[in-house]
């Protein structure tokens, strides 16, 4: 009966602990919905929220002021019904504020929420570039830990037919000392390769809050017709020159008059014998401001929006240049590092035959060991440059995809050259 019990309380217990345990993400989808969940996005969001609101309470009136008194009121013997004058009053004032420049106002808040909008999707772009590109980072440094391990285990054979060349009679003692310098910087290539691993380890969690456990997503290039008005860093300084447009409004509005409106109940009291006697009084008033000191006041911010405006479109201009200038060279580099996977892929399976042709060799007795051997460190040296390009190109590709806004993406056919078993 113990032993159910005790295998009862294990299943209970594996049970608690699953259900406990965190769900990780499985799909590349899955990761970017949790990227679209970043602090760092979401931070820009809650702003655009908090301008949008902002800008709809922009239209709103000021709170009206209630005023509660009394007037002519006698020093010497207070009183509500020894003097005309003296009454009790209640009153209501409402501040009408120019409702152009209010509007104005509004607009202008309207389109920085739309900026910091842009700002966030921008910055899901570049989160989901930054996480392809650690996924990538990830394997290469995998792969090339996977090459050097297979690299040594080489160098050990290579010292073991050393050591069979020398009981033989033959001199290598020099060999073996290349062999240990070889050996060394391999060594100290896995050490920098464990190091950057807990690097990207420590990304992916800052990033997903995991380390994925998936391979690098299908990336592809992205047809873009060198517009600028297409790349989200351009969209921002072209909103940008549409917030200072705004500011130009904001600054002309001005110009228009502020209006107000009191009402004033005034209660007396008819005095002694009916003295005072007649009805209680009210007063309405109307206001409207006067721009007297424009000169000194809104035509100098009108001044200044118009240049604001003027470095708005410089900035735009300079930064539209920039950019078609950055995609042109990502784009170079994507290509060039295209070219390099493929050429890498041809040294590869030519150093692939040479070794199957000194393997031949070696089996027929024309050969020695050590040759086949050295030609297998020279191809996993080749790997490892493969393993480089590959990194670079993924991580190149998925940069260059970021900056083009959603709204323009277009997938291209050509797609990057096939991955072909190495080992």
């Given at each position: 009966?113990?032993?159910?019990?005790?295998?009862?309380?294990?299943?209970?217990?594996?049970?608690?602990?699953?259900?406990?345990?965190?769900?990780?993400?499985?799909?590349?989808?899955?990761?970017?919905?949790?990227?679209?969940e970043?602090?760092?996005?979401?931070?820009?969001?809650?702003e655009?929220?908090?301008?949008k609101?902002?800008?709809?309470?922009?239209?709103?009136?000021?709170?009206p002021?209630?005023?509660?008194?009394?007037?002519?009121?006698?020093?010497?013997?207070?009183?509500?019904?020894?003097?005309?004058?003296?009454?009790?009053?209640?009153?209501?004032?409402?501040?009408?504020?120019?409702p152009?420049?209010?509007?104005?106002?509004?607009?202008?808040?309207?389109?920085?929420?739309?900026?910091?909008?842009?700002?966030?999707?921008?910055?899901?772009?570049?989160?989901?570039?930054?996480?392809?590109?650690?996924?990538?980072?990830?394997?290469?440094?995998?792969?090339?830990?996977?090459?050097i391990?297979?690299?040594?285990?080489?160098?050990?054979?290579?010292?073991?037919?050393?050591?069979?060349?020398?009981?033989?009679?033959?001199?290598?003692?020099?060999?073996?000392s290349?062999?240990?310098?070889?050996?060394?910087?391999?060594?100290?290539?896995?050490?920098?390769?464990?190091?950057?691993?807990?690097?990207?380890?420590?990304?992916?969690?800052?990033?997903?809050?995991?380390?994925?456990?998936?391979?690098?997503?299908?990336?592809?290039?992205?047809?873009?017709?060198?517009?600028p008005?297409?790349?989200?860093?351009?969209?921002?300084?072209?909103?940008?020159?549409?917030?200072?447009?705004k500011?130009?409004?904001?600054?002309?509005?001005?110009?228009?008059?502020?209006?107000?409106?009191?009402?004033?109940?005034?209660?007396?009291?008819?005095?002694?014998?009916?003295?005072?006697?007649?009805?209680?009084?009210?007063?309405?008033?109307?206001?409207?401001?006067?721009?007297?000191?424009?000169?000194?006041?809104?035509?100098?911010?009108?001044r200044?929006?118009?240049?604001?405006?003027?470095?708005?479109?410089?900035?735009?201009?300079?930064?539209?240049?920039?950019?078609?200038?950055?995609?042109?060279?990502?784009?170079?580099?994507?290509?060039?590092?295209?070219?390099?996977?493929?050429?890498?892929?041809?040294?590869?399976?030519?150093?692939?035959?040479?070794?199957?042709?000194?393997?031949?060799?070696?089996?027929?007795?024309?050969?020695?060991?050590?040759?086949?051997?050295?030609?297998?460190?020279?191809?996993?040296?080749?790997?490892?440059?493969?393993?480089?390009?590959?990194?670079?190109?993924?991580?190149?590709?998925a940069?260059?995809?970021?900056?083009?806004?959603?709204?323009?993406?277009?997938?291209?056919?050509?797609?990057?050259?096939?991955?072909?078993?190495?080992?």
């Open positions: 009966m113990r032993p159910f019990r005790l295998y009862l309380a294990t299943v209970a217990a594996l049970l608690t602990i699953a259900f406990q345990s965190p769900a990780y993400a499985e799909t590349f989808e899955e990761y970017v919905q949790k990227l679209a970043h602090p760092q996005a979401m931070s820009i969001l809650s655009s929220e908090a301008t609101a902002q800008a709809k309470g922009e239209l709103g009136l000021p709170d002021m209630i005023m509660i008194g009394i007037d002519n009121v006698p020093i010497s013997d207070p009183a509500f019904d020894r003097f005309l004058p003296t009454s009790k009053v209640i009153g209501f004032s409402q501040a009408i504020p120019n152009v420049l209010l509007g104005a106002k509004s607009r202008k808040l309207d389109e920085v929420s739309a900026k910091q909008q842009l700002l966030a999707d921008y910055t899901i772009e570049r989160l989901r570039y930054m996480f392809i590109s650690k996924l990538a980072e990830y394997e290469n440094v995998k792969t090339q830990e996977d090459v391990h297979h690299q040594l285990s080489h160098y050990k054979e290579l010292e073991n037919a050393f050591k069979g060349q020398l009981e033989s009679g033959r001199s290598v003692y020099q060999r073996f290349e062999i240990d310098v070889e050996r060394a910087e391999a060594e100290r290539q896995l050490n920098n390769l464990q190091a950057q691993k807990e690097t990207i380890r420590a990304e992916f969690f800052r990033l997903v809050d995991e380390v994925p456990e998936m391979e690098v997503p299908e990336v592809t290039a992205i047809v873009w017709d060198n517009n008005n297409t790349l989200y860093p351009v969209l921002v300084a072209a909103k940008d020159v549409d917030i200072s447009r500011d130009i409004k904001v600054a002309d509005a001005a110009f228009l008059p502020n209006f107000g409106v009191n009402a004033v109940y005034k209660q007396r009291e008819d005095g002694q014998n009916r003295s005072f006697s007649g009805d209680d009084w009210f007063s309405v008033q109307a206001q409207i401001s006067i721009p007297l000191w424009a000169a000194k006041n809104q035509v100098p911010k009108l200044a929006a118009k240049a604001r405006e003027r470095s708005a479109i410089f900035s735009y201009d300079d930064v539209a240049g920039q950019w078609v200038k950055q995609m042109t060279t990502l784009k170079s580099a994507s290509e060039a590092s295209a070219k390099n996977i493929k050429a890498l892929q041809d040294k590869d399976n030519a150093i692939s035959q040479k070794i199957k042709a000194v393997q031949r060799n070696y089996e027929a007795g024309t050969a020695n060991l050590d040759s086949v051997l050295l030609a297998k460190i020279d191809r996993a040296n080749i790997q490892v440059q493969l393993a480089d390009a590959r990194k670079e190109y993924i991580s190149r590709v940069e260059y995809n970021s900056n083009i806004a959603q709204s323009n993406k277009n997938i291209i056919t050509e797609e990057m050259p096939a991955q072909e078993n190495s080992k």
